[in-house]
């Protein structure tokens, strides 16, 4: 969108992508919202520490009371001998269920879509354990009944089940456990609440990793038998982990058993921010590899670095397009590993300053040593050998990772001081956001005084895109730079292509680091569809800096990250459906070793294991040839 006038013009392919994308997401969000908590099927819930309350507080759609007769009351307990008189059914499930739903005016849930099951598993003596159930619920029919109203909790019956022909002896409210094996009359139908079964019936999986396709095409079949009958469907004997859970949804099973309905509420309940379907995959760019590995000379070096990107990223990215990425492409690979000096977990100012200048330092720290020495980066080095700089950000260009290019400050977060230190730099041109650290600087001449060193300012792309050559300093309105979901558009790739295009003029030699800065912020929101669809931006980057190299031949392009961020570990992926889900075990960043794939000549020298301020030696000694 851009305003001309009193007129606001749309771009219409933009504002389509995002709406389109608004559409997945909310149709992702309206499938999470049936499935949380109304699948959720509180197994032997009389062992929680709160009976009833922690399932439902937890959404669970069904709670499972096994129950004894004894003394004329029934008795909630595994086993007989376990049975405690001062636990009943009515106490720890009848009056606290009838309590909720009179409060809630008719509904289970507050929320009136959300409907509730009581699953009463008989264990012996049926006859005599209905008969009493009648008579508990007769106080409590106006809950239970749906004759008196049809949003009533459903009473199912399961364990010692009579006869299906003698279903009919018992009060309609009063439902039954099916099973797959079993025939019934439409009568007997009729009364079947849902059908059950044991899952080592029908294989030997463990829950973890997935079935074997024949025990899957069994286990598939067994509830599409179910679904047939328009009944709905459960599993017993199910391990109780999230990969089990997904496996079972996968199946096509309705209830999904737990014994710890607060996991299984989380695992649901962020089912937005944890699973993302690309609609429509890219094309990855075919490399033609001619001066790949090459021990020719480098004339240019694209180093681009995905902010948070580790290999779980990575592998995200590749599923949710269908099984395709750039970076799979690249044939050169190595690790780097990214501790900083005063922790193991860094954070981007220590990583970015090790791959700038060569040297660890302190988390925080911008472009100096431990002792707060400022540190000569590839700018300042590659000067010396008339090689022009380019950074580039699709985020803050006074945040850490570009900041350590071009700046020397002991604290990340001091932007108008990192600003200022541009004027001490080599770098020649600066593309990102965070416009009013640099025009309202507290040095309240800086913006004099860049001009006066030769730096042309744009304000948009758009002005960057007419610039004929010279120093270019690019502050973007921070709306620029927003999230992919939100629709930022080609911000990297226009601003990678005129970078490159300024800076070979004449032909001249270039560094450039363009940074894809928001897998990163993804990360650190622990929310998936952020994270891919910032990797799938910043691997569109990567196409085109392969493309230029292919098209130069002298070029040599690294990608790697300054660390990894979320923890993120993928618990479901499917290439064919551009489907992946994940999990993240922090909100901050880990300590794990980021991937660093290195394509043109001289990239052979990038495998291996190192440290990250190897990195920097690596492009020195490849532009300059000196160790």
């Known amino acids: 969108m851009e305003i001309k006038g009193n007129r606001i013009a749309f771009n219409s392919s933009v504002l389509w992508t995002a709406l389109f994308v608004c559409f997945l997401q909310l149709s992702a969000l309206a499938q999470q919202l049936k499935r949380t908590g109304n699948s959720g099927h509180s197994h032997n819930d009389y062992h929680q520490n709160f009976p009833f309350?922690?399932?439902?507080?937890?959404?669970?759609?069904?709670?499972?009371?096994?129950?004894?007769?004894?003394?004329?009351?029934?008795?909630v307990a595994h086993n007989?001998?376990?049975?405690?008189p001062e636990k009943t059914l009515e106490s720890l499930y009848l009056k606290p269920i009838a309590k909720v739903f009179r409060e809630h005016k008719g509904h289970a849930y507050a929320d009136t879509t959300k409907a509730l099951q009581l699953l009463i598993d008989i264990k012996a003596n049926h006859k005599e354990v209905l008969a009493q159930l009648v008579t508990e619920l007769k106080p409590y029919l106006d809950v239970f009944s749906k004759q008196q109203n049809k949003n009533a909790v459903s009473i199912l019956i399961s364990g010692d089940v009579p006869p299906a022909e003698n279903f009919k002896d018992y009060p309609d409210y009063i439902l039954f456990d099916g099973r797959p094996y079993k025939t019934y009359t439409p009568d007997q139908l009729s009364r079947i609440g849902m059908i059950s079964d044991d899952i080592s019936s029908y294989t030997?999986?463990?829950?973890?990793?997935?079935?074997?396709p024949p025990d899957l095409k069994k286990l598939r079949a067994v509830v599409a038998k179910a679904h047939a009958l328009k009944k709905s469907f459960r599993f017993w004997g199910t391990k109780d982990n999230p990969n089990t859970w997904k496996e079972l949804e996968n199946m096509g099973a309705d209830w999904i058993g737990t014994d710890h309905p607060e996991k299984l509420k989380e695992f649901y309940s962020h089912r937005d921010k944890l699973e993302y379907i690309q609609p429509k995959a890219y094309q990855p760019y075919q490399p033609s590899y001619k001066s790949d590995g090459k021990p020719a000379k480098v004339k240019n070096v694209i180093l681009l670095i995905g902010d948070g990107m580790g290999l779980a990223q990575i592998q995200a990215g590749l599923s949710a397009n269908f099984g395709q990425s750039n970076l799979q492409q690249i044939r050169y690979i190595g690790l780097s590993r990214t501790e900083a000096v005063n922790s193991d977990f860094t954070d981007s100012a220590a990583g970015a300053t090790a791959m700038a200048s060569g040297e660890k330092t302190n988390n925080r720290y911008i472009g100096t040593d431990t002792a707060g020495k400022p540190l000569s980066a590839i700018p300042d080095a590659l000067a010396l050998h008339q090689v022009k700089t380019g950074i580039i950000s699709s985020g803050d260009i006074t945040d850490a990772t570009p900041a350590a290019f071009y700046a020397h400050q002991v604290e990340r977060t001091m932007s108008q001081e990192i600003a200022a230190d541009l004027?001490?730099?080599?770098?020649?041109?600066?593309?990102?956001?965070?416009?009013?650290?640099?025009?309202?600087?507290?040095n309240t001449s800086l913006m004099d005084a860049l001009a006066k060193k030769g730096y042309a300012y744009s304000k948009s792309l758009e002005e960057f895109k007419a610039a004929k050559g010279g120093k270019q300093l690019v502050l973007l309105d921070d709306s620029v730079t927003r999230h992919m979901l939100d629709g930022r558009g080609d911000m990297l790739k226009t601003s990678l292509l005129k970078t490159i295009e300024l800076l070979s003029a004449n032909k001249g030699r270039f560094f450039i680091m363009a940074e894809g800065a928001q897998i990163d912020h993804g990360g650190h929101a622990n929310d998936l569809p952020y994270v891919v669809t910032e990797q799938h931006d910043f691997d569109r980057l990567v196409a085109e800096a392969l493309r230029f190299a292919d098209r130069d031949g002298e070029t040599l392009v690294i990608v790697t990250a300054d660390h990894e961020t979320g923890g993120l570990s993928l618990l479901d992926a499917d290439y064919k459906k551009g489907m992946v889900r994940g999990n993240f075990s922090t909100d901050d960043h880990t300590n794990i070793m980021v991937p660093v794939f290195a394509y043109g000549p001289q990239s052979g020298t990038f495998i291996g294991t190192y440290n990250n301020t190897e990195i920097y030696r690596k492009i020195i000694n490849a532009m300059t040839g000196q160790k």
């Open 53 to 75: 309350f922690q399932a439902y507080y937890s959404g669970m759609g069904s709670v499972e009371a096994d129950v004894f007769l004894k003394n004329g009351k029934l008795l």
């Open 80 to 84: 007989e001998e376990d049975t405690d």
């Open 204 to 212: 030997v999986w463990n829950g973890k990793g997935t079935p074997t």
């Open 423 to 442: 004027l001490n730099s080599h770098v020649d041109i600066l593309v990102g956001a965070n416009r009013k650290s640099f025009v309202a600087n507290k």
